[in-house]
């Protein structure tokens, strides 16, 4: 069973360009959710998802960032007209339906804009 | 506001000899996490304990936990090189949705 997945490892991305992060949970995971974290910090929260509708996007910044999760295909995190302050680590984690309390956490994605 | 606080924020011990780190939270917890971040890498996750528990072992890890001063530790026990990460505590704050993760602990282990 292979873990979460998240692709590219490494994106670079100039100033006002858009950023597209995937994930793929663990097989039979229903729960997605996606951290930050900015250079020596910890990981804080952005949203919660579950197939096709987002449960808590408390995290999330009001502009310029959205997530979804398809009923098929991957967790995306989008992120248009990316600024400097958007360089950080991006992290989805998953957990099986039923059990929110154990995320596991895939490699994540290092984001930086130039 | 942030849960999770992790003491120190850098710790560097010699092989062999064990590790303490501390973390302070502010709600009431379902569950409290450590996980281990290497530089650069993802998280692992290393032991969960719960609300009615107040100590736990893995290996060489030991976690306590008190609720009535909102506080948990992280003991590794005859260190090692490969111990050398960041650790991080993490809280459920009762929602069970999102973790509080800290700052965290950067532990070095000399060899």
């Known amino acids: 069973n292979a873990g979460v997945m998240q692709n590219p490892r490494h994106l670079v991305r100039r100033r006002g360009q858009e950023a597209r992060l995937r994930c793929s949970p663990m097989?039979?995971?229903?729960?997605v959710y996606w951290y930050r974290q900015l250079p020596e910090e910890g990981l804080k929260f952005m949203v919660y998802?579950?197939?096709?509708?987002?449960?808590?996007e408390s995290g999330m910044p009001k502009e310029r960032f959205s997530a979804e999760f398809p009923k098929e295909g991957p967790s995306i995190l989008r992120i248009q007209q990316v600024v400097r302050g958007d360089s950080a680590a991006y992290f989805c984690a998953s957990s099986p339906p039923g059990v929110p309390t154990r995320q596991y956490f895939g490699p994540g994605t290092r984001l930086t804009v130039t | 506001s942030q849960q999770g606080e992790e003491d120190p924020q850098a710790l560097s011990i010699q092989e062999g000899e064990n590790a303490t780190m501390n973390c302070s939270y502010k709600t009431s917890i379902n569950n409290l996490q450590w996980y281990r971040q290497n530089s650069g890498r993802g998280l692992v996750h290393l032991i969960l304990i719960r609300s009615n528990e107040r100590e736990k072992h893995s290996g060489r890890l030991r976690v306590t936990l008190d609720t009535s001063k909102k506080s948990s530790s992280l003991l590794i026990t005859a260190s090692r090189a490969a111990d050398t990460a960041s650790y991080f505590c993490?809280?459920?704050?009762?929602?069970?949705?999102?973790?509080?993760f800290g700052t965290g602990t950067s532990l070095t282990v000399i060899p």
């Open positions: 998802l579950q197939k096709e509708n987002i449960i808590d």
């Open positions: 097989k039979g995971h229903s729960h």
């Open positions: 993490a809280t459920d704050a009762g929602t069970g949705n999102q973790f509080y």
